[in-house]
């Protein structure tokens, strides 16, 4: 079940967000949030919720706003209760004969345990205190400074459904988010959104609108298949709504999440024996991951970065779709063949590019800042190299990016200076933040033909969706997600 929180100050605000819920299951009003609340107003906003109710007072400790004594705290708790409201949520910390009271009455108890800090190593004793009360539901929620805590939150939704026990129990922090909708698929009974962005009741909570259309969250079940971005941060990528959308679409029972990451090893380990389709994994892991999976394919170990991970047999089989992504984009402009490319830049990016340059038989020179990379680059792929300040005297057919130079937010930026880009020339640019870069507004110009890092990215995640379910994705549908993506987006 999912659970719109409502987090306003005051009654009337309280009321006219409630009044705009569609997609919840239930509500959680935080009553620790609204000022000089009385019974009247307890009354009016729990009648005007319109589906079942979670009242909750937290107080400071527990990362809410009361400021009253503890009586008046479980004073408005136990008049929730006689109110209506349908689920009441009541702390580990209160006092135990209070929680037993409010456990006795019809009304549904949440006894609940929240750490702020960390993902302490007790879990196990804290479930086992709070089940000893025999609450309707056990809710444990900690903080993640690491994606192994997840983990530790996972085994205990497991112990729970092994013992019958009703939980909900999830991780907050960036290293927790994708455990909001993990912890559903495995069992958890409740996971909590915000109304909208700015509203959040906790650190890293997804909006409804992120559960509901992002990541289907109404749809997932404990069939549903994982995969999803590795990668550290993953904040910014759109992976998420191309792949979702796409399973939609064709009606797969799978979820995309972002997973950041910090111990990969770990992370493929505890990940492994789960429901898996596969991984897409980015910086900082694409060349880590190849010493913890179990195969790897032919043009990946050429390139020698993963950027894919596909299940097969339960082993875990490493592509790399960047390099066919990027060709594919350019091959929709020009012929490769016996033409002179210019690669700017000589890291992982350069590599997965460089070898598909060569493979299609294009003559390849490499410029980098640090020219001893280039040259490193460019004695393994047997071709030539310099610095970034030679592309002026190069006579070159197509230029390629693959610096981060220009990247958002340092969008004013140009790898070259911008007499070297010639006319009439193609110019692609693999920053796909801002849309269009600094290079290509350059090249356009004069008068050049310029493909986008995003052309890249769609036809990379086109065969990933391929290498994962066998199917053909939907391009277009794919597209339009992330033109909407972006053009809400603040950059
Ligand atoms: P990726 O895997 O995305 O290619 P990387 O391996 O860190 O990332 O490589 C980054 C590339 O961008 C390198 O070629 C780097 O040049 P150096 O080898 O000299 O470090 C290049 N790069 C990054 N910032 C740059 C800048 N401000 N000007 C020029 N080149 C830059």
């Given at each position: 079940?999912?659970?719109?929180?409502?987090?306003?100050?005051?009654?009337?605000?309280?009321?006219?967000a409630?009044?705009?819920?569609?997609?919840?299951?239930?509500?959680?009003?935080?009553?620790?949030?609204?000022?000089?609340?009385?019974?009247?107003?307890?009354?009016?906003?729990?009648?005007n919720?319109?589906?079942?109710?979670?009242?909750?007072?937290?107080?400071?400790?527990?990362?809410?706003f009361?400021?009253?004594?503890?009586?008046?705290?479980?004073?408005?708790?136990?008049?929730?209760?006689?109110?209506?409201?349908?689920?009441?949520?009541?702390?580990?910390?209160?006092?135990?004969?209070?929680?037993?009271?409010?456990?006795?009455?019809?009304?549904?108890?949440?006894?609940?345990?929240?750490?702020?800090?960390?993902?302490?190593?007790?879990?196990?004793?804290?479930?086992?205190?709070?089940?000893?009360?025999?609450?309707?539901?056990?809710?444990?929620?900690?903080?993640?400074?690491?994606?192994?805590?997840?983990?530790?939150?996972f085994?205990?939704?497991?112990?729970?459904?092994?013992e019958?026990?009703?939980?909900?129990a999830?991780?907050?922090?960036?290293?927790?988010?994708?455990?909001?909708?993990?912890?559903?698929?495995?069992?958890?009974?409740?996971?909590?959104?915000?109304?909208?962005?700015?509203?959040e009741?906790?650190?890293?909570?997804?909006?409804?609108?992120?559960?509901?259309?992002?990541?289907?969250?109404?749809?997932?079940?404990?069939?549903?298949?994982?995969?999803?971005?590795?990668?550290?941060?993953?904040?910014?990528?759109?992976?998420?709504?191309?792949?979702?959308?796409?399973?939609?679409?064709?009606?797969?029972?799978a979820?995309?999440?972002?997973?950041?990451?910090?111990?990969?090893?770990?992370?493929?380990?505890?990940?492994?024996?789960?429901?898996?389709?596969?991984?897409?994994?980015?910086?900082?892991?694409?060349?880590?991951?190849?010493?913890?999976?179990?195969?790897?394919?032919?043009?990946?170990?050429?390139?020698?970065?993963?950027?894919?991970?596909?299940?097969?047999?339960?082993?875990?089989?490493?592509?790399?779709?960047?390099?066919?992504?990027?060709i594919?984009?350019?091959?929709?402009?020009?012929?490769?063949?016996?033409?002179?490319?210019?690669?700017?830049?000589?890291?992982?990016?350069?590599?997965?590019?460089?070898?598909g340059?060569?493979?299609?038989?294009?003559?390849?020179?490499?410029?980098?800042?640090?020219?001893?990379?280039?040259?490193?680059?460019?004695?393994?792929?047997?071709?030539?190299?310099?610095?970034?300040?030679?592309l002026?005297?190069?006579?070159?057919?197509?230029?390629?990016?693959?610096?981060?130079?220009?990247?958002?937010?340092?969008?004013?930026?140009?790898?070259?200076?911008?007499?070297?880009?010639?006319?009439n020339?193609?110019?692609?640019?693999?920053?796909f933040?801002?849309?269009?870069?600094?290079?290509?507004?350059?090249?356009?110009?004069?008068?050049?033909?310029?493909?986008?890092?995003?052309?890249?990215?769609?036809?990379?995640?086109?065969?990933?969706?391929?290498?994962?379910?066998?199917?053909?994705?939907?391009?277009?549908?794919?597209?339009?997600k992330?033109?909407?993506?972006?053009?809400?987006?603040?950059?």
């Amino acid at each position: 079940m999912i659970a719109a929180v409502i987090t306003e100050r005051d009654e009337k605000d309280a009321l006219n967000a409630i009044k705009k819920i569609k997609d919840a299951d239930l509500i959680e009003l935080r009553l620790d949030y609204i000022k000089n609340l009385d019974d009247k107003k307890l009354k009016n906003l729990i009648k005007n919720c319109r589906k079942p109710v979670i009242a909750t007072c937290r107080k400071k400790s527990e990362g809410g706003f009361f400021s009253g004594s503890e009586n008046e705290r479980i004073n408005i708790l136990k008049n929730a209760v006689k109110l209506g409201a349908d689920y009441v949520d009541i702390e580990y910390s209160s006092d135990k004969n209070v929680i037993k009271d409010i456990i006795k009455n019809k009304t549904k108890a949440i006894v609940s345990c929240h750490d702020f800090k960390q993902t302490p190593s007790n879990l196990g004793d804290i479930y086992n205190n709070i089940k000893k009360l025999n609450p309707d539901l056990i809710k444990i929620v900690t903080y993640a400074n690491s994606v192994t805590d997840n983990f530790k939150i996972f085994d205990l939704i497991k112990t729970a459904n092994e013992e019958n026990k009703k939980i909900i129990a999830f991780c907050m922090g960036s290293y927790g988010q994708f455990s909001r909708i993990l912890s559903a698929i495995l069992g958890s009974q409740i996971t909590y959104s915000s109304i909208e962005e700015g509203k959040e009741s906790a650190d890293c909570q997804l909006t409804m609108n992120e559960m509901v259309n992002y990541y289907r969250i109404k749809k997932l079940n404990k069939n549903t298949k994982v995969v999803g971005l590795i990668g550290n941060p993953v904040e910014h990528s759109w992976s998420h709504i191309i792949h979702n959308s796409a399973f939609d679409k064709l009606n797969i029972n799978a979820v995309y999440l972002k997973f950041q990451v910090d111990k990969l090893k770990k992370f493929i380990e505890y990940m492994k024996p789960l429901n898996l389709i596969g991984f897409s994994v980015t910086i900082p892991h694409k060349v880590e991951i190849m010493m913890y999976i179990d195969g790897l394919d032919k043009q990946a170990k050429g390139i020698g970065a993963v950027n894919t991970l596909v299940v097969k047999n339960g082993k875990l089989i490493g592509y790399n779709t960047d390099c066919p992504g990027a060709i594919r984009a350019l091959k929709q402009k020009t012929e490769l063949k016996n033409k002179n490319a210019v690669v700017l830049g000589a890291g992982g990016a350069a590599r997965a590019m460089v070898y598909g340059l060569i493979e299609n038989k294009s003559n390849v020179t490499i410029l980098n800042r640090t020219v001893e990379k280039a040259k490193l680059l460019a004695d393994y792929f047997k071709c030539d190299y310099g610095s970034l300040d030679d592309l002026k005297d190069i006579d070159y057919d197509i230029l390629i990016n693959t610096t981060s130079v220009g990247m958002y937010p340092k969008a004013n930026e140009l790898p070259i200076g911008k007499n070297s880009i010639k006319n009439n020339k193609i110019v692609f640019d693999m920053v796909f933040n801002p849309f269009k870069t600094k290079l290509l507004v350059e090249a356009e110009k004069r008068n050049c033909t310029i493909i986008n890092g995003f052309e890249m990215l769609i036809y990379g995640a086109l065969l990933q969706f391929k290498l994962w379910t066998g199917k053909d994705a939907p391009e277009q549908l794919m597209r339009q997600k992330v033109m909407e993506f972006l053009k809400n987006a603040s950059h």
